[in-house]
């Protein structure tokens, strides 16, 4: 059996995720959020030596984990179905699925898996500035190779800007002083560290909203470093594109920005929610919605596994 990278990233609803592609054993499958490789082995498990699995992870950490799976190559039967010759690992951002897929001629795919949000792994990592709880560079980059950092953007942007950041992703009201405030503390001197970012902003903080509402500026933070948002949409999008009919789209979502065009796209078909109607009144949309109510972890996977407690499933079938 193939390891996964436990100790990465446990996989969240890993069952009910991969039951919902409703997997064909000769089929084309993508998991576009590798991480510990939880779900692709799963998918893995249940494909035959016709079929394939394209995975996609943009930070080399988890590009790292398919050590764990060479380590097992050997021992694996090469007809056996969970065997890696079915699988290709991506490394990139999962906007660009259609350009991957394009690159390695695949035209339609039957499935297609996300599993969105942050990693255990990364607010575990001391080094990497996702967590409140460590003193780290503030850099907070998926992919460390390229782009700005989170200092970049905390001690570059207006003061306007930043307000917008931390209103849009961190759902905060306080949003223009916490901007001011950190404003007035970059020019005193750059902000680069975690401690120095939390200090400039926590006596603005009710103490006991201090470690939500910090939660929530990190998230924002984040969230703007990688350009999460703009990034879910230009992926979902492709994946409409790319989708063949009757091939399933099974999205886990853990805040309610993300879920909120998760959501919107497959009812609609767009990002915004638009609602189109044919001549009688039906809504127009390039999916089928397989749960009307989304799917959350049971109290077991909830009580071993904390990161499950927001978890979302939502899961749709192409037209």
């Known amino acids: 059996m193939i390891k996964t990278a436990e100790a990465y990233h446990v996989p969240v609803l890993l069952k009910e995720s991969v039951d919902g592609l409703n997997i064909q054993p000769g089929g084309i499958y993508v998991d576009v959020t590798f991480g510990g490789g939880g779900h692709s082995r799963e998918i893995l498990s249940r494909l035959d030596a016709t079929a394939h699995l394209y995975s ?47 690159y390695y001629g695949v035209e339609q795919i039957d ?58 992703y961190g759902e905060l009201k306080n949003s223009r002083k916490i901007a001011a405030t950190l404003v007035n503390a970059r020019q005193q001197k750059p902000i680069t560290t975690t401690q120095e970012f939390i200090q400039a902003v926590e ?13 929530k500026l990190f998230q924002a933070l984040r969230i703007e470093v990688n350009q999460e948002m703009q990034a879910l949409k230009e992926m979902l999008m492709a994946a409409k594109e790319v989708l063949r009919p009757g091939g399933r789209l099974s999205v886990i979502t853990y805040h309610s920005l993300e879920d909120r065009i998760v959501k919107n796209i497959m009812k609609t078909g767009n990002a915004e929610g638009k609602v189109k109607q044919d001549f009688y009144g039906r809504i127009e949309s390039p999916f089928l919605l397989i749960n009307n109510k989304v799917i959350t972890p049971n109290s077991d996977e909830q009580e071993q596994n904390p990161r499950s407690r927001s978890a979302k499933l939502r899961i749709a079938e192409k037209k």
């Open 203 to 215: 006596p603005i903080f009710h103490r006991e909203r201090e470690k939500k509402d910090m939660a």
């Open 111 to 168: 499935g297609l898996l996300a599993d969105l949000g942050v990693s255990s792994h990364h607010f575990d990592d001391e080094t990497r500035g996702f967590s409140f709880r460590f003193d780290a560079p503030l850099d907070m980059r998926m992919n460390k190779r390229a782009g700005k950092t989170a200092a970049d953007i905390v001690n570059s942007y207006e003061e306007e800007a930043l307000a917008d950041v931390f209103y849009l």
């Open 56 to 102: 996609f992870d943009q930070d080399e950490d988890a590009e790292k984990n398919l050590s764990s799976w060479d380590e097992t190559s050997e021992e694996n039967d090469k007809n056996s179905p969970s065997h890696p010759q079915n699988f290709t690992f991506v490394r990139s951002n999962f906007r660009y699925l259609k350009n991957w897929m394009r």
